[in-house]
């Protein structure tokens, strides 16, 4: 059976010229210029932190509910306690959060087994993620067949974010592919559409495809038929990031080697087969840090559907800043949008590095 | 051209009759014939850019040809790409950079075709697969990755990877050529023993010993066309054309 071995990773050197002594000497007092800069920069930070630490944790107020409980003196976390529920779910009714906290359960627990080793029938649970989840995340999040509806313009916060990027991503995947390797076509007329779209999409900004979506599309409608803001602002998302993942897909196509495609048709692959056998697992993997980027990219821009009215996050946690009982605690609100914007942010960033490291068997053009 | 009288011929495996092809207005292959027989063993051989590559790369379709007929075991392909699959799966190959799939283990790229294209079980294909690689003799690298493996353990297991396909002609295009010297002849007992049992093979290779001791026909090209035919021994001892004793000094001197 095929076992996949792993790669011997190169040795590292021995700890006597990694010490903490020489990598301090090496590293920041190698020369006069370096010793001066890192003088300049300890200064810096000793400036910085100390007050940064004391006002967001020492002075600051973490119990109360109220503005009063606040002293003024630090960070009044107070606030943010007392709308986090909003700030992660929106105006989605208390009574049925659990839905969407089931909804995401779900999605974790199916997707961590993809990323154990020797789990078998990974491809039918990808497929199963792509295709069923969906359905079932529609019922949970919105209801309709019997469970009770909750209309999207109640739908906010950090769930909104996740839905919003959530289906970008998933839903530019295989379109993306698709259009790459449309681009590549020996077929003129595919070709042609692909490029053209891709270029469409690519010459707009994200907020002019919303704004057109909300705004536009229902103009070109016919009299009476409505579709839902939070849907069209998901389409214009997918095809808006699929043009994107389809430049970092074809940046990998092209560093395939002619030889991949030679010798994949020349012992009888179709051509599905060999693109999807031989030519796209080692192209996706080349584009992981392209994609990943547009992805981060994608979960940060998602907050422009505050021009449409939807309430992600960051506009979720503006119109709370707004809230009279809450005046003039707008540097916690955004601090807490960008702490949660970074953890996201950086997870992916890290999880690509994982990823690529995984799939290097060694093999350098 | 005096081939017609060969065209009937059903232990053919390979017919090349009067082949053109241009990329552009570059006229690279001019009326090429060329019969190739059951267990037949060609050389072709002449200098660099005469066109070797495409002749042998027109057998399997890597190329297009504008003119003449290329049929390969009865099948001619014509227009109808179903074909080109049919010819494919029957006629291996094996490149000067070997072109093994990276993100396989050496065993995966074994298997990838007889599993695919011939619908054969894994089970199955893994045993032909390791039986193969015995007889290229690295079984023990079945779960490493190419990138892990010689040159010369490389292009062994393409060749390995060629014959799980059990195909009925084998196509090399200078197998030997980016090895470093002390991995030719590893590769190059590989190729005799296969040559010994019998595989159809047409081989694009300057390594005149294997030609010698294997071919029974050696092929010279220059510019696009075919100058000279022969077997081994006449090629070497007595060749016709001009052209040829050039490439034959310049080789044998090298
Ligand atoms: N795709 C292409 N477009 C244009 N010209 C090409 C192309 N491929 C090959 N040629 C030209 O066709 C000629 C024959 O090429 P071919 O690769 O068959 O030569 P060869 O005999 O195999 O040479 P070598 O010993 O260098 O491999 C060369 O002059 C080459 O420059
Ligand atoms: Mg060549």
């Given at each position: 059976?095929?076992?996949?071995?792993?790669?011997?990773?190169?040795?590292?050197?021995?700890?006597t010229?990694?010490?903490?002594?020489?990598?301090?000497?090496?590293?920041?007092?190698?020369?006069?210029?370096?010793?001066?800069?890192?003088?300049?920069?300890?200064?810096?930070?000793?400036?910085?932190?100390p007050?940064?630490?004391?006002?967001m944790?020492?002075?600051?107020?973490?119990?109360?509910?109220?503005?009063?409980?606040?002293?003024?003196?630090?960070?009044?976390?107070?606030?943010?306690?007392?709308?986090f529920?909003?700030?992660?779910?929106?105006?989605y009714?208390?009574?049925?959060?659990?839905?969407?906290?089931?909804?995401?359960?779900?999605?974790?627990?199916?997707?961590?087994?993809?990323?154990?080793?020797?789990?078998?029938?990974?491809?039918?649970?990808?497929?199963?993620?792509?295709?069923v989840?969906?359905?079932?995340?529609?019922?949970?999040?919105?209801?309709?067949?019997?469970?009770?509806?909750?209309d999207?313009?109640?739908?906010?916060?950090?769930?909104?974010?996740?839905?919003?990027?959530?289906?970008g991503?998933?839903?530019?995947?295989?379109?993306?592919?698709?259009?790459?390797?449309?681009?590549?076509?020996?077929?003129?007329?595919?070709?042609?559409?692909?490029?053209?779209?891709?270029?469409?999409?690519?010459?707009?900004?994200?907020?002019?495809?919303?704004?057109?979506?909300?705004v536009?599309?229902?103009?070109?409608?016919?009299?009476?038929?409505?579709?839902?803001?939070?849907?069209?602002?998901?389409?214009g998302?997918?095809?808006?990031?699929?043009?994107?993942?389809a430049?970092?897909?074809?940046?990998?196509?092209?560093?395939?080697?002619k030889?991949?495609?030679?010798?994949?048709?020349a012992?009888?692959?179709?051509?599905?087969?060999?693109?999807?056998?031989?030519?796209?697992?080692?192209?996706?993997?080349?584009?992981?840090?392209?994609m990943?980027?547009?992805?981060?990219e994608?979960?940060?821009?998602?907050?422009?559907?505050?021009?449409?009215?939807?309430?992600?996050?960051?506009?979720?946690?503006?119109?709370?800043?707004?809230?009279?009982?809450?005046?003039?605690?707008?540097?916690?609100g955004?601090?807490?949008?960008?702490?949660?914007?970074?953890?996201?942010?950086?997870?992916?960033?890290?999880?690509?590095?994982?990823?690529?490291?995984?799939?290097?068997?060694?093999?350098?053009? | 051209?005096?081939?017609?009288?060969?065209?009937?011929?059903?232990?053919?495996?390979?017919?090349?009759?009067?082949?053109?092809?241009?990329?552009?207005?570059?006229?690279?292959?001019?009326d090429?014939?060329?019969?190739?027989?059951?267990?037949?063993?060609?050389?072709?051989?002449?200098?660099?850019?005469?066109?070797?590559?495409?002749?042998?790369?027109?057998?399997?379709?890597?190329?297009?040809?504008?003119e003449?007929?290329?049929?390969?075991?009865?099948?001619?392909?014509?227009?109808?790409?179903?074909?080109?699959?049919?010819?494919?799966?029957?006629?291996?190959?094996?490149?000067?950079?070997?072109?093994?799939?990276?993100?396989?283990?050496?065993?995966d790229?074994?298997?990838l075709?007889?599993?695919?294209?011939?619908?054969?079980?894994?089970?199955?294909?893994?045993?032909?697969?390791?039986?193969?690689?015995?007889?290229?003799?690295?079984?023990?690298?079945?779960?490493?990755?190419?990138?892990?493996?010689?040159?010369?353990?490389?292009?062994?297991?393409?060749?390995?990877?060629?014959?799980c396909?059990?195909?009925?002609?084998?196509?090399?295009?200078?197998?030997?050529?980016?090895?470093?010297?002390?991995?030719?002849?590893?590769?190059?007992?590989?190729?005799?023993?296969?040559?010994?049992?019998?595989?159809?093979?047409?081989?694009?290779?300057?390594?005149?010993?294997?030609?010698?001791?294997?071919a029974?026909?050696?092929?010279?090209?220059?510019?696009?066309?075919?100058?000279?035919?022969?077997?081994?021994?006449?090629?070497?001892?007595?060749?016709?054309?001009?052209?040829?004793?050039?490439?034959?000094?310049?080789?044998?001197?090298?």
């Amino acid at each position: 059976m095929a076992t996949s071995e792993q790669m011997i990773p190169d040795r590292a050197p021995p700890i006597t010229q990694i010490g903490p002594i020489a990598w301090l000497r090496e590293n920041l007092f190698s020369g006069p210029l370096n010793t001066l800069l890192t003088i300049a920069a300890f200064y810096f930070l000793y400036l910085v932190i100390p007050p940064v630490f004391e006002w967001m944790f020492l002075d600051a107020n973490w119990q109360g509910t109220t503005r009063n409980d606040c002293t003024r003196d630090g960070a009044c976390w107070v606030f943010i306690i007392q709308r986090f529920e909003q700030f992660m779910y929106g105006f989605y009714p208390e009574d049925l959060r659990w839905r969407p906290n089931l909804a995401g359960i779900l999605l974790v627990l199916l997707i961590i087994p993809l990323f154990l080793k020797r789990v078998p029938y990974k491809g039918w649970l990808a497929l199963f993620i792509l295709l069923v989840y969906p359905v079932i995340a529609y019922f949970l999040l919105h209801g309709g067949a019997g469970i009770e509806e909750v209309d999207t313009s109640k739908w906010g916060g950090l769930m909104l974010t996740l839905v919003l990027s959530i289906f970008g991503i998933v839903a530019a995947l295989p379109i993306g592919i698709l259009l790459a390797l449309g681009r590549r076509s020996s077929m003129p007329i595919i070709r042609a559409v692909s490029t053209v779209y891709i270029e469409l999409w690519r010459g707009a900004p994200l907020i002019t495809i919303l704004f057109m979506s909300s705004v536009m599309l229902p103009l070109f409608l016919p009299e009476g038929m409505d579709i839902d803001k939070l849907a069209r602002a998901m389409v214009g998302i997918a095809l808006f990031q699929s043009a994107y993942v389809a430049e970092a897909v074809r940046g990998g196509l092209q560093a395939i080697p002619k030889g991949q495609y030679e010798a994949a048709s020349a012992m009888g692959l179709t051509y599905w087969q060999s693109m999807r056998l031989v030519i796209l697992p080692q192209a996706l993997k080349l584009s992981i840090p392209g994609m990943v980027n547009t992805f981060i990219e994608l979960f940060k821009d998602t907050s422009l559907v505050l021009i449409i009215g939807l309430f992600d996050l960051l506009s979720i946690i503006q119109q709370a800043n707004a809230d009279p009982n809450w005046l003039g605690f707008d540097t916690e609100g955004y601090i807490f949008a960008a702490l949660v914007y970074w953890i996201f942010c950086f997870g992916m960033s890290r999880y690509s590095l994982a990823l690529e490291r995984k799939l290097d068997t060694g093999h350098r053009n | 051209m005096n081939t017609t009288t060969r065209l009937d011929n059903s232990e053919d495996i390979v017919i090349m009759r009067n082949v053109n092809k241009w990329y552009g207005n570059f006229h690279v292959l001019k009326d090429i014939n060329l019969n190739v027989k059951k267990g037949e063993r060609i050389v072709i051989c002449g200098p660099s850019g005469s066109g070797k590559s495409t002749v042998i790369r027109c057998i399997n379709h890597l190329e297009e040809h504008q003119e003449g007929e290329i049929i390969v075991d009865g099948i001619e392909v014509g227009n109808d790409v179903k074909l080109i699959h049919q010819v494919r799966r029957e006629v291996g190959m094996c490149f000067q950079h070997f072109n093994l799939f990276p993100h396989l283990t050496i065993l995966d790229n074994l298997t990838l075709a007889p599993i695919w294209v011939r619908n054969m079980p894994k089970k199955e294909a893994e045993e032909i697969a390791m039986k193969y690689l015995e007889r290229v003799r690295i079984p023990e690298q079945a779960n490493k990755y190419p990138g892990q493996l010689s040159g010369g353990q490389q292009q062994r297991v393409a060749i390995a990877r060629s014959l799980c396909m059990n195909p009925k002609v084998m196509l090399f295009d200078e197998p030997t050529s980016a090895l470093d010297p002390e991995m030719i002849s590893e590769v190059l007992d590989v190729m005799v023993e296969l040559a010994e049992g019998g595989m159809t093979m047409i081989c694009v290779t300057h390594e005149m010993g294997f030609a010698k001791r294997v071919a029974d026909r050696v092929i010279f090209m220059d510019a696009g066309q075919i100058i000279e035919e022969s077997e081994p021994e006449e090629f070497f001892n007595n060749p016709k054309s001009e052209r040829t004793k050039l490439f034959l000094s310049q080789i044998i001197q090298h």
